[in-house]
Nanobody, 122 residues
Framework: QVQLVESGGGSVQPGGSLRLSCAAS????????MGWYRQAPGKERELVAN???????NYADPVKGRFTISRNNAKNTVYLQMNSLKPEDTAVYYC????????????????WGPGTQVTVSS
């Protein structure tokens, strides 16, 4: 049906940059919200940033001014440009997308990607 594929994770030094990508594929009728969440060891999964279909974006306070989320609707892809990375940003980053998929009729979906590791250390 619908799948999310993430890419772009890796290891960088503090102050470095990474760009995460998440591409949705399958029987998609419409995607409403796409976003990125992260989970660090010993912590709850938290919202990093998301963008709704109307273009409005939301950012968690710790990443404001450093991260930028964008979306290519034609490719069903969301990007997260991460600049000025800090050790506190180290986590597994998960893509999330919700919307409608083709079924017997339109059906709601709310999916998570498998996660991609981001490590920021000296």
């Amino acid at each position: 049906q619908v799948q999310l594929v993430e890419s772009g994770g890796g290891s960088v030094q503090p102050g470095g940059s990474l760009r995460l990508s998440c591409a949705a594929s399958g029987s998609i009728y419409r995607i409403n919200t796409m976003g990125w969440y992260r989970q660090a060891p010993g912590k709850e999964r938290e919202l990093v940033a998301n963008v709704i279909s109307g273009g409005n974006t939301n950012y968690a306070d710790p990443v404001k001014g450093r991260f930028t989320i964008s979306r290519n609707n034609a490719k069903n892809t969301v990007y997260l440009q991460m600049n000025s990375l800090k050790p506190e940003d180290t986590a597994v980053y998960y893509c999330n997308a919700d919307g409608l998929k083709y079924g017997y009729g339109p059906e709601v979906f709310d999916l998570w990607g498998p996660g991609t590791q981001v490590t920021v250390s000296s």
